[in-house]
């Protein structure tokens, strides 16, 4: 018994009917999306705190209101991204239309996951409805509270004729991805990434990958100590650490090692007080599995700061290790928790090479007063997207595209690049029916006079810019 | 290879936001024997401009090209970056099995989903160039000599071994009986009365494409051409009418020099056969009117589209080259090509210092700190990217 066929028909047929093509319904759907915020933003937040602990604050800033700047972005560009964009010309093209239709590509799926079970759920959905595609939403199962506020209330807000939420674990999961999507768009982790591309690779279907890896934080000796490990310690603990893009861990001297970890020490307490515990601003790990795991990663290398946990809370201090080996698990897996390990290098070379030895991460960190420094770090490496002297800042910013690179992922969105990505970009052109003279130079039998003309034709730009 | 700046929001200001473009690393080229020198270079030209390193696969079937590309070619470049490999499905398949930065190909759906998947074990991304079978519609309101010229020539190029070429033509009985004429009227001034003795009309790759066309020969019935020649690997340009969609001829992606008309009674018909089926590499539309055209680039989807022409587009490096669904992801030509095979790189550079500045965003978290922030969250500049 399929229970996923008779939605997947139902929105086919919509998409079929051409629903989703008006810019009005696209809009009338992204109005939908932000009446939904505004309506339950508590709802919202409730949830979040029941799955993460987050706080409202953290809530309104990395979930609700980066939605909501979303959908407000793709309302106020819609028209315009929606146009066909003209294209220069040759001399063979002049008399003709020459532009690039964006079209939806179908039917989407978008498969979310339950660190910022609102935000990675809402953002792509946005571009797939601005692009207007019928979507298929899967949130993750483990934001259980989220979950439900998503599958219960949010279609109430769309039209459903051509959106569907569905719910259920990793066999439904598989026997969802054995159906045709004409695109997925999927965030997590690479292991379950390369799934998701193999069982797309049956269908020819594109994908986009969101994935993550461990994100290299490095820490040069020229810097001052207090601002790097504000900076470092709350883009590390935020969501406690639960961020494909956080710094997983820091590189840096033995020296700036010894200045850094008071400094780390002093972030800590001025941000989430002396018993953390007791931090309302402090979040807890989504799950007992997940929970386990970072316990037991709480005993490589040595606890230079934190390392208290609570099972029954899903707690685990913000916790800093040194002395830790490349080998141990810390070093190993994405930590995706409050653990921050410090790694040693005797110079920039040495952290260089050691980030190039290992996966393409999400995301790359480089603290330095020295802007040379900073910029070798970005020029000698590669990753998803790269911030100097700060963490994540650059996800505000729907202008800068983000996605992974390598193991961390392909393709990528926010702002435009989120329409871009769930749009077919189809090249036409539209030429006048009669003027057959001219364009008989073309035909055999051909002449060598023929063909210079021909290439002439095809080589010169008309009176456009050559400029793309 | 500039580095992009990008508009920048309250909390950015002060810093320095753009996209970097970055090679991948290690690119595999595999390309078609069609083409066999445009389809291996220019997404050579792509992956080189972009930094790249370059692994090219060459088809086996066109092997006087492949021999020049893998023994005068590599002369041409830093050998220590490019390499050219050579075989069979057998070694492709064992290359394929290595990680790949980017993989690039250009071949059949069958063949695609074979790549991505081997794609899919090492998260490399990848563009594929497939095919389809190109639907032409022919509108009742159209001067058919134009037509049968247009159509003709795109179709026998290459003696329609052409991924973009146009596969079968859609149209009612009355405008084929104006175009069966018109298709001879144009085949014979394109190649003479016996096209055979043309220096212009090309042969067939192989054996196996010579005996699996002369096998469509069979499908429906000869209006024009239906010669064919095993020792030449020759095939006349074709017509063919009465043409069942059950048929071998409608089934798969014919790739040579057979055009099968099928009858549709109206516009409408036209475009539900079309919708009905995979989505092509290329869609082509003939009419006077410019609504019929319309109307069916607003109701079709395809890679490409081409109105009263075949594909003459693809001389033009402004517009993307690719194919959707079933005709495949990706495109590239001109700029396209190069930000293929490059990572956009999303960077933002910080200021070190001013950090009383971001007490704003650190916890303890009040109710003023989270407006401000959401506030400037909201409050992107410019707006349009």
Same mark, same amino acid.
């Not at 202008?399 to 871009?420: C, E, I, Q, T």
């Given at each position: 018994?399929?229970?996923?066929?008779?939605?997947? +028909?139902?929105?086919?047929?919509?998409?079929?009917?051409?629903?989703? *093509?008006?810019?009005?319904?696209?809009?009338?759907?992204?109005?939908?999306?932000?009446?939904?915020?505004?309506?339950?933003?508590?709802?919202?937040?409730?949830?979040?705190?029941?799955?993460l602990?987050?706080?409202?604050?953290?809530?309104?800033?990395?979930?609700?209101?980066?939605?909501?700047?979303?959908?407000?972005?793709?309302? #106020?560009?819609?028209? @315009?991204?929606?146009?066909?964009?003209?294209?220069?010309? !040759?001399?063979?093209?002049?008399?003709?239309?020459?532009?690039?239709?964006?079209?939806?590509?179908?039917?989407?799926?978008?498969?979310?996951?339950? !660190?910022?079970?609102? !935000?990675?759920?809402?953002?792509?959905?946005?571009?797939?409805?601005?692009?207007?595609?019928?979507?298929?939403?899967?949130?993750?199962?483990?934001?259980?509270?989220t979950?439900?506020?998503?599958?219960?209330?949010?279609?109430?807000?769309?039209?459903?004729?051509?959106?569907?939420?569905?719910?259920?674990?990793? +066999?439904?999961?598989?026997?969802?991805?054995?159906?045709?999507?004409?695109?997925?768009?999927?965030?997590?982790?690479?292991?379950?990434?390369?799934?998701?591309?193999?069982?797309?690779?049956?269908?020819?279907?594109?994908?986009?990958?969101e994935l993550?890896?461990?994100?290299?934080?490095?820490?040069?000796?020229?810097?001052?100590a207090?601002?790097?490990?504000n *900076?470092?310690?709350w883009?590390?603990?935020? !969501?406690?650490?639960?961020?494909?893009?956080?710094?997983?861990?820091?590189?840096c @001297?033995?020296?700036?090692?010894?200045?850094?970890?008071?400094?780390?020490?002093?972030?800590?307490?001025?941000?989430?007080?002396?018993?953390?515990?007791?931090?309302?601003?402090?979040?807890?790990? &989504? @799950?007992?599995?997940?929970?386990?795991?970072? +316990?037991?990663?709480?005993?490589?290398? #040595?606890?230079?700061?934190?390392?208290?946990?609570?099972?029954?809370?899903?707690?685990?201090?913000?916790?800093?290790?040194?002395?830790?080996? /490349?080998?141990?698990p810390?070093?190993?897996?994405?930590?995706?928790g409050?653990?921050?390990? &410090?790694?040693?290098?005797?110079?920039?070379?040495?952290?260089?090479?050691f980030?190039?030895?290992?996966?393409?991460?999400?995301?790359?960190?480089?603290?330095?007063?020295?802007?040379?420094?900073?910029? #070798?770090?970005?020029?000698?490496?590669?990753?998803?997207?790269?911030?100097?002297?700060?963490?994540?800042?650059?996800?505000t910013?729907? @202008?800068?595209?983000?996605?992974?690179?390598?193991?961390?992922?392909?393709?990528?969105?926010?702002?435009?690049?989120?329409?871009?990505?769930f749009?077919?970009?189809?090249?036409?052109?539209?030429?006048r029916?009669?003027? /057959?003279?001219?364009?008989?130079?073309?035909?055999?039998?051909?002449?060598?006079?023929?063909?210079?003309?021909?290439?002439?034709?095809m /080589?010169a730009?008309?009176?456009?810019c050559?400029?793309?």
């Open positions: 018994m399929d229970p996923f066929a008779d939605t997947l +028909q139902r929105l086919r047929e919509a998409f079929s009917a051409g629903r989703t *093509r008006p810019a009005e319904f696209r809009a009338a759907q992204l109005q939908g999306l932000g009446r939904f915020l505004r309506d339950h933003k508590q709802l919202l937040q409730e949830a979040l705190a029941q799955d602990h987050k706080s409202a604050f953290e809530s309104e800033v990395s979930e609700i209101s980066i939605s909501q700047s979303e959908i407000n972005l793709a309302l #106020r560009n819609l028209r @315009s991204w929606m146009k066909d964009e003209k294209v220069p010309k !040759n001399l063979a093209t002049q008399l003709d239309s020459a532009f690039i239709r964006k079209e939806p590509f179908g039917l989407v799926l978008i498969i979310a996951p339950w !660190n910022y079970p609102v !935000n990675l759920i809402l953002v792509p959905l946005v571009g797939a409805l601005a692009a207007g595609n019928c979507v298929v939403l899967k949130p993750s199962e483990f934001s259980r509270s979950e439900k506020v998503l599958a219960d209330v949010l279609p109430r807000y769309l039209d459903q004729s051509c959106f569907a939420v569905v719910l259920g674990g990793p +066999q439904e999961t598989g026997q969802l991805l054995q159906h045709k999507f004409d695109y997925i768009f999927f965030t997590g982790s690479p292991r379950v990434g390369r799934i998701v591309m193999s069982a797309a690779a049956k269908h020819l279907t594109p994908v986009t990958l993550g890896g461990k994100n290299p934080c490095y820490v040069d000796d020229d810097c001052d207090q601002t790097v490990a *900076r470092v310690a883009f590390r603990y935020f !969501n406690t650490g639960q961020t494909c893009v956080a710094p997983d861990y820091v590189l @001297s033995p020296d700036t090692q010894a200045r850094l970890l008071p400094a780390l020490q002093s972030a800590i307490t001025r941000f989430y007080g002396d018993d953390p515990r007791g931090s309302p601003n402090l979040g807890r790990i &989504i @799950s007992q599995k997940h929970f386990r795991r970072l +316990q037991g990663l709480l005993g490589c290398g #040595r606890v230079a700061i934190g390392g208290q946990s609570d099972e029954g809370e899903r707690y685990i201090a913000p916790t800093v290790l040194v002395d830790v080996a /490349e080998t141990e810390v070093m190993q897996e994405e930590i995706f409050p653990i921050l390990p &410090i790694v040693n290098v005797r110079s920039l070379d040495e952290a260089i090479d980030i190039n030895r290992r996966e393409k991460p999400l995301a790359l960190y480089a603290f330095s007063n020295s802007k040379q420094v900073v910029k #070798r770090v970005l020029a000698e490496t590669s990753s998803g997207s790269f911030c100097g002297n700060d963490g994540f800042m650059h996800l910013l729907s @202008s800068l595209p983000f996605g992974g690179v390598g193991a961390s992922g392909m393709g990528n969105y926010h702002g435009k690049f989120s329409f871009d990505t749009s077919h970009h189809r090249a036409c052109l539209l030429r029916p009669g003027m /057959e003279k001219i364009y008989s130079i073309r035909y055999p039998p051909y002449s060598p006079r023929k063909l210079r003309m021909l290439l002439v034709a /080589e730009r008309g009176c456009s050559t400029l793309l």
